[in-house]
Nanobody, 125 residues
Framework: QVQLVESGGGLVQAGGSLRLSCAASGRTFSRYDMAWFRQAPGKEREFVAAISWIGNTYYADSVKGRFTISRDNAKNTVDLQMNSLKPEDTADYYC???????????????????WGQGTQVTVSS
């Protein structure tokens, strides 16, 4: 199994920044597409950002220009730097992984096989 553990969530005021990290197990991290999803109370889980195994990135329109996804293959981690946070960013954030393909990383949650337990992010106004 591939185990994913998120960290870095917490409380922050609107306009502030937060950095989430996802630590992955295994020796094949560099061949996985990685992504972040989030789910707010009463809403469906939605795509946030993804980075393919070759480093291509993809962002939801709602976070483009504010969030940055990155990976460190030497440390088996993927990070999500969140700047200019808004109250609507409040949600549980989940890290996800799938074996990388020749195609770009997908925003479809059904394509990801491994999930972390999530970390809460609360943005106050």
């Amino acid at each position: 199994q591939v185990q994913l553990v998120e960290s870095g969530g917490g409380l922050v005021q609107a306009g502030g920044s937060l950095r989430l990290s996802c630590a992955a197990s295994g020796r094949t991290f560099s061949r996985y597409d990685m992504a972040w999803f989030r789910q707010a109370p009463g809403k469906e889980r939605e795509f946030v950002a993804a980075i393919s195994w070759i480093g291509n990135t993809y962002y939801a329109d709602s976070v483009k220009g504010r969030f940055t996804i990155s990976r460190d293959n030497a440390k088996n981690t993927v990070d999500l730097q969140m700047n200019s946070l808004k109250p609507e960013d409040t949600a549980d954030y989940y890290c996800a992984a799938r074996w990388g393909t020749i195609a770009a990383a997908t925003s479809n949650e059904n394509e990801y096989d491994y999930w972390g337990q999530g970390t809460q992010v609360t943005v106050s106004s």
